[in-house]
């Protein structure tokens, strides 16, 4: 799987999706720092990227669970996993998202 390679100016008008054949994937910017998850609640299924943002933290809309972007922990009920962050490489203008790592 090939990486993905976003604009930095992409993002200045909130979060962006990249579906690939295998998931779907939410990218944003937050106080000047890029996140990049699996757009998929771990409690449920449901996506979550457009849940409540507040704290370098995302809320799932459905049943309100929460997820540290930063290290996609799973910070309370009703979810007990992670969600997938993928890393970032920061470059002039644009972004990489890391899909797998060799
Ligand atoms: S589907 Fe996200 S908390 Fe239930």
């Known amino acids: 799987m090939n990486n993905i390679q976003i604009l930095k100016s992409d993002l200045n008008s909130g979060i962006k999706i990249y579906n690939t054949l295998e998931s779907s994937i939410a990218i944003l910017k937050l106080n000047n720092k890029y996140f990049a998850f699996e757009d998929i609640c771990t409690h449920d299924g449901e996506p979550i990227s457009n849940g409540k943002i507040f704290d370098s933290c995302i809320e799932c809309p459905r049943h309100q669970a929460k997820f540290n972007l930063e ?32």
């Open 71 to 102: 290290t996609g922990e799973a910070l309370c009920m009703p979810a007990t996993e992670n969600i997938k962050i993928f890393k970032i490489i920061e470059k002039e203008n644009i972004i990489e998202i890391i899909l797998e790592e060799e």
